[in-house]
């Protein structure tokens, strides 16, 4: 249901400003509405102004902005290290915590520059080394090394190997040699050797052609290549430890101030959304003023605090809800018990207006019973009640898997009784095996009585939805359009009734005075509406026929399990019966839950509550304090 | 020969609405899913929006069981 709201002004002097946001803040209860502030001013001529800050609050805000700032930085480069909480209170030690900050911030970004090019250079070297540690085996291969200029090269694919082979070859006329093979990690590189007398030509060629040469220090270059990888398996394992030191540096530093610093950050972000939530206060030469929502049930409470608080300084009074306020009152939704999972369905809806309904405790009312209606098969009931049993034990309560599974619990009761009501057990199965009869009626052969009480169903559900609207229009001191409304239930009433009249004619009803009763009032629908009345009244019987639905729909379930039980009978073999029955019962289960839900919901949404619902409620959003 | 055509009345009754029900629903499904991609807020909205057109079919399937159990 909808929570009843409140609008609230708190009156008090400047200088308790920040202090009563605070307690707001913590309280979690109040909403702001600086808009409603403006009327005021408008409506008194007053000499209301927009909150400004002196000049120690705009230093002192500008101060907390650079240390947010400056420890945000410092968070994102310190590593997690725990879940350590510091007790500390960051007020007293502020400003130590300000030069602190800005030492560790500098030791932070060296320790993390430091890091970065080490871990670069570390990548740099271990790819030369696997490179190098690749092509080592090569060089057993060659005559005699050491007379030999020496190059390593990538190669993309075999067909480049064979084009640079070609090129290589005619560059120096055949006095080259090379050969290919391919890294630990996938990469394919070629060992050439060539005379040193044609060496810088077969340079110039690669570099022509844009194949990379495996650039090494220039140290390690002049090295002979076992020599090389070596020193390269040296220099990797070196800077490898050099990375671990500053790793371990930055953990000390984390493991040391992460958790102080963490604890200031959410202080500072605190203040300094107070600061931002002095743009909802206004003020006079010496006093503040906000106004604001919240819930009408807290008012009495947080009136209490502020007393006790402020001793007095601060007061709290409730302002009566206008009716130009109605479309502006913030709008919190809270269902007990039974209700409270059927919220996901209303989920689905955007928010209801404050003076409308909430349409949770009518979804959790009518859809299980137009679910049931609709399957009505004790043996799906039974199926879905242990599903619904097994999600509601499983998951936590309030989860929406929990949520889901209490749904379709109540679904499913309704679905076992209407089968009873049907006599369905899996179709026509309970019947064949057990003898049952339906208590009420067979909707598999009956299916002009199904329609009839589905259209009956139909005409209460909407009858009930017009029934609202004139309510929440009396509600909104409307009277003109709730009558409109009642003349609309009157003439379908009347209309459905001259309908069954002639179609069942009884001694106690007669036709001619129920239509006279709705020419009487067809003139007054033209009047009030125009000539939206009667297409009003033509939609209103169009919604009402779409409850023929549940007939339709509830019929194809029941001929489909019917099918799935001769066909299961057909087979001649027990087993491979039993398996072909049970899968096309799977798939009219499946079935089974998915349209019922689907069109229960589309009755609720488009038919139902099109008669009284007014959506597009504005969230209530209050102030907050940041969960830690 | 009566009963063939009442029952292919009954047919073209259901069919024809059906037919016209899945062209309007996959266009208006296709775009529902585009737009749940940006929004997905407007669920409920558009579960009604492809739901709507289903209508026609429910008033031919009344309309062939008229057929079918009057005639």
């Known amino acids: 249901m909808i929570i009843r709201m409140a609008k609230v002004e708190i009156v008090g002097p400047k200088k308790d400003l920040l202090e009563t946001l605070d307690v707001l803040h913590n309280r979690g209860i109040f909403q702001p509405d600086p808009q409603l502030l403006e009327k005021v001013e408008l409506a008194a001529g007053d000499h209301l102004d927009a909150l400004v800050l002196d000049d120690a609050e705009l230093r002192e805000r500008s101060f907390f902005q650079d240390l947010h700032e400056r420890i945000t930085r410092l968070l994102d480069l310190l590593p997690k290290a725990g879940n350590d909480r510091s007790p500390l209170q960051p007020l007293p030690v502020m400003d130590v915590l300000d030069e602190l900050s800005r030492r560790h911030l500098d030791e932070a970004e060296d320790a993390n520059n430091s890091l970065k090019d080490c871990r670069q250079s570390a990548d740099a070297l271990n790819r030369d080394l696997s490179f190098w540690q690749a092509l080592e085996p090569l060089l057993a291969e060659l005559p005699d090394p050491t007379n030999l200029e020496l190059f390593g090269v990538t190669i993309r694919d075999s067909h480049q190997l064979h084009d640079l082979e070609k090129l290589l070859s005619e560059k120096t006329l055949g006095r080259c040699y090379v050969s290919s093979t391919t890294t630990t990690d996938g990469a394919q590189v070629a060992l050439i050797a060539t005379n040193r007398s044609v060496a810088e030509q077969l340079r110039q060629a690669l570099s022509d052609v844009r194949v990379p040469e495996l650039s090494l220090p220039e140290d390690l270059a002049a090295l002979p290549v076992p020599e090389r990888v070596t020193a390269l398996r040296e220099r990797l394992e070196s800077r490898q430890a050099q990375c671990r030191d500053l790793e371990a540096q930055l953990q000390k ?158 679904a499913a009761l309704y679905t076992l009784l209407f089968g009873l009501l049907y006599g369905e057990f899996f179709g026509d199965l309970g019947e064949a095996w057990f003898g049952m009869h339906p208590i009420w009626f067979d909707r598999g052969k009956a299916v002009l009585p199904m329609a009839v009480f589905a259209l009956t169903v139909g005409l209460f559900h909407i009858l009930l939805g017009i029934t609202l609207g004139a309510l929440a229009e009396l509600r909104r001191h409307r009277p003109r359009k709730a009558l409109v409304k009642l003349a609309m239930l009157a003439t379908v009433l009347l209309l459905v009734l001259a309908l069954a009249s002639w179609l069942y004619p009884q001694t106690w009803l007669s036709t001619g005075p129920l239509l006279i009763g709705v020419g009487i009032l067809m003139p007054v629908l033209i009047a009030a509406e125009g000539l939206l009345g009667p297409l009003e009244l033509l939609k209103t019987l169009g919604n009402i026929i779409s409850y023929v639905r549940i007939m339709a729909i509830g019929l194809s379930s029941v001929l489909l399990a019917v099918v799935a039980n001769r066909l299961g009978g057909m087979v001649g073999d027990i087993l491979v019966g039993i398996l072909v029955a049970g899968i096309l019962h799977a798939f009219n289960l499946l079935l089974g839950v998915f349209a019922p839900t689907v069109h229960s919901l589309r009755l609720h949404y488009v038919e139902f509550f099109s008669k009284f619902l007014d959506l597009g409620g504005r969230r209530f959003e209050p102030w907050h304090k940041r969960p830690s | 020969m009566e009963k063939v055509w009442i029952a292919f009345a009954a047919a073209l009754a259901v069919g024809l609405p059906a037919i016209a029900t899945a062209w309007a629903q996959s266009r208006i499904g296709a775009a529902g899913a585009g737009t749940l991609a940006e929004k997905p807020e407007l669920t409920g909205v558009i579960i009604i929006l492809v739901a709507i057109p289903e209508t026609m079919v429910i008033l031919g399937f009344v309309v062939a069981a008229m057929i079918l159990l009057m005639l």
């Open chain 1, 253 to 410: 530093l984390s493991r040391r101030w992460r958790p102080i610093y963490e604890r200031a950050e959410r202080w500072v972000e605190e203040r300094l959304s107070l600061y931002r939530a002095t743009a909802a206060a206004y003020t006079t030469r010496l006093c503040f003023i906000i106004q604001g929502w919240m819930a009408e049930a807290e008012v009495d409470p947080l009136r209490g605090d502020l007393e006790r608080i402020f001793a007095g300084r601060v007061a709290l009074e409730q302002h009566r809800i206008l009716e130009e306020d109605l479309d502006q009152v913030p709008v919190m939704l809270r269902n007990p018990g039974y209700f409270a999972p059927f919220e996901i369905l209303s989920r689905l809806l955007p928010l209801p207006k404050y003076a409308s309904y909430d349409p949770t405790p009518l979804l959790a009312l009518f859809f299980p019973v137009l679910f049931g209606m609709i399957l009505g098969d004790a043996g799906y009931g039974t199926i879905l009640l242990l599903i619904a049993l097994l999600l509601a034990k499983r998951f936590p309560a309030g989860s929406t898997a929990s949520d889901l599974g209490k749904v379709l619990g109540v």
